[in-house]
């Protein structure tokens, strides 16, 4: 559906707003002023029907809008789009991209910032105006926003300013820990890397991955660039159809130039070309979902990441899963030893968060992962003997 409207940004009325079909859950902006704000007839119809939450393709090109970025996109672009931004994964996150748009909207400390709900909501990456009110409001019960009457808008109170700038801190101190890995691979094998990527994601680790037969736009080659010159990790994942890609080869060649740590996995073929000087890790006799903890295992004995612990601890205490507390869990054992410090952090969190403590194997993992480092206050211990029932069960 077309039809003619007054642009939300500059207030032109030469332009359109176009709504998905069905669920109006997807707004794009044409404008003369502002820019293009668009799809592509081709990739409008033939891609973003099929493609699921389709929301969060619309917070991030309107994110992109927003950040003076460039606009067009082929239609296999929007296949790999999402792997480029990060998606607010919890209710604070959501408030903090809420108050980073208004501090960067902000032209001075008194000024204001009106928002359309209607227009707005794909900023947060969420699904509807509904959503969007939601979290503005969370945001002023919070005190970190106000609202003017006279203006109509909102501006950022000093809680929020401080909070803001706190979040920039922790985010700061959190990417000093990060670990970046580069998945370079055939999208033949697209489907057993995306579990990889999974896999990996649950030990903490920050999983970019490679893309094979897209167009090369200028867009999409800076991105992989860029994530080639961040990443700690480059892990190319040989098969078959590995060779058969341009972007492999290329990507390999980079890793290597970067001096990146490189480690090859391997199904059936060895190394070559660039990489053949790397060792790469035997994973054709393991099980599928073991792939994500035989490389983990083989970076914990590589040596090189000692913030490799401190990423799967973070990981282990705000973990959202079952399945992260069990792999989080089962990596831990591997390290020779734990701090008090470490073990305190983990014990309070297996009291606290039920994806941990509601984890049926926790209390037993816990003592004996308390058995094996050292151990917690008299205290603590006593909390979670109580806690685990662990006399109960001796």
Not at 121 to 134: E, Q, S, T
Not at 265 to 291: C, H, M, R, T, V
Not at 322 to 334: G, I, P, S, Y
């Amino acid at each position: 559906m077309t039809e003619p409207n007054r642009c939300p940004v500059c207030n032109i009325e030469q332009c359109t707003i176009k709504s998905n079909p069905g669920p109006d859950d997807f707004y794009l902006v044409s404008c003369k002023r502002c820019g293009n704000y668009s799809l592509s007839d081709s990739a409008f119809h033939s891609k973003l029907s099929t493609v699921e939450n389709r929301h969060l393709l619309s917070g991030a090109i309107r994110n992109r809008y927003e950040n003076g970025e460039e606009l067009y996109f082929s239609v296999d672009d929007f296949e790999n789009l999402l792997e480029t931004i990060k998606i607010p994964s919890n209710s604070v996150e959501s408030i903090n991209l809420l108050l980073n748009h208004i501090s960067n909207k902000l032209k001075s400390p008194g000024s204001f910032v009106r928002f359309t709900p209607f227009y707005d909501f794909p900023l947060l990456f969420v699904k509807g105006p509904d959503d969007f009110k939601y979290y503005l409001n969370q945001a002023q019960k919070l005190n970190y926003v106000e609202f003017d009457n006279t203006y109509k808008g909102y501006r950022l109170t000093m809680e929020g300013m401080k909070h803001l700038e706190g979040s920039s801190k922790k985010e700061l101190a959190d990417s000093k820990n990060r670990i970046l890995v580069f998945i370079s691979y055939s999208t033949k094998d697209k489907e057993v890397v995306g579990k990889i990527k999974r896999q990996l994601e649950n030990f903490g680790l920050e999983v970019f991955v490679g893309h094979d037969d897209i167009n090369p736009s200028s867009d999409w080659i800076k991105v992989i660039l860029k994530n080639l010159r961040e990443c700690d990790i480059f892990i190319p994942y040989l098969t078959k159809d590995f060779r058969k890609s341009d972007w492999t080869d290329q990507e390999s060649g980079i890793a290597d130039c970067l001096k990146k740590c490189i480690l090859p996995l391997k199904i059936k073929y060895n190394p070559y070309g660039f990489i053949n000087k790397y060792q790469a890790l035997d994973i054709s006799s393991e099980d599928i979902f073991n792939y994500g903890f035989e490389i983990v295992k083989r970076v914990i004995k590589d040596n090189r990441f000692p913030k490799l612990r401190n990423v799967i601890v973070e990981s282990l205490i705000n973990s959202r899963h079952f399945e992260v507390t069990r792999d989080c869990f089962k990596a831990l054992f591997l390290f020779e030893k734990l701090s008090k410090k470490e073990m305190t952090r983990i014990a309070k969190a297996s009291l606290t968060n039920d994806q941990i403590y509601k984890y049926l194997a926790t209390g037993r993992l816990l003592k004996s992962l308390l058995e094996q480092n050292e151990g917690v206050s008299p205290s603590l211990y006593k909390e979670l003997n109580s806690f685990f029932g662990w006399e109960a069960k001796q």
